[in-house]
């Protein structure tokens, strides 16, 4: 099966909280760390996904979900993968 993977920056708040949501809720996922201010092959592959750079990003391979906002991430982690 393949794993959700979150694209995020450390030092994004919007992104601590869906790294603490899903370490709370035991969730699986790949991390795609990035720093918005550099450029790095794994920036590039976010915005090849998502058209922009924008996180947290949310990529769920198996479903063909692309998504960005915190909230929405949370709600949807939670509603497809919430034990």
């Not at 090849?48 to 949310?58: E, K, N």
């Amino acid at each position: 099966r393949t794993m959700i993977q979150l694209y995020f920056d450390p030092g994004c708040p919007y992104c601590v909280r869906v790294l603490d949501h899903l370490a709370k809720r035991q969730i699986p996922f790949e991390r795609k760390q990035i720093s918005l201010g550099s450029d790095s092959e794994t920036r590039r592959e976010l915005v090849a996904l998502g058209g922009r750079s924008q996180v947290p990003f949310l990529h769920d391979p198996e479903r063909g979900v692309r998504m960005y906002e915190s909230l929405d991430i949370i709600a949807y982690v939670d509603r497809h993968y919430g034990k």
